[in-house]
């Protein structure tokens, strides 16, 4: 069992940033594979942001690539996402999501079976 809570999540104006975090506990040895996912009013569920920490490759949605870091600290077994540069569109209800199997580690929601709550980001301009 894996328990995944996201935190970082709020309010900010156009052009400011945001760091989430995802703290993993339970039985997550293995979880080698972890993500960010959002979805918004009105649009499907997307990958933002997946690490394979199995070698470290990582996924950026093309939406994002620049302006978004995931990155993850295995000491204190969290997940992280630092958003620059946040645009309107940016707004959404961000998901972290992991992943016992480094195979199959795509920005795909059917790959992943842990999923936290959510936390909302909100840009206004």
């Known amino acids: 069992q894996v328990q995944l809570v996201e935190s970082g999540g709020g309010s900010v104006q156009a052009g400011g940033s945001l760091r989430l975090s995802c703290a993993a506990s339970?039985?997550?040895?293995?979880?080698?594979?972890m993500g960010w996912f959002r979805q918004d009013t009105g649009k499907e569920r997307e990958g933002v942001a997946v690490l394979n920490r199995d070698g470290g490759i990582t996924y950026y949605a093309d939406s994002v690539k620049g302006r978004f870091t995931i990155s993850h600290d295995s000491a204190k077994n969290t997940l992280y996402l630092q958003m620059n540069s946040l645009k309107l569109e940016d707004t959404a209800m961000y998901y972290c999501?992991?992943?016992?199997?480094?195979?199959?580690?795509?920005?795909?929601?059917?790959?992943?079976?842990?999923w936290g709550q959510g936390t909302q980001v909100t840009v206004s301009s």
């Open positions: 339970g039985y997550t040895y293995g979880t080698v594979c």
């Open positions: 999501a992991a992943r016992r199997s480094p195979y199959g580690c795509s920005p795909a929601p059917l790959n992943f079976p842990y």
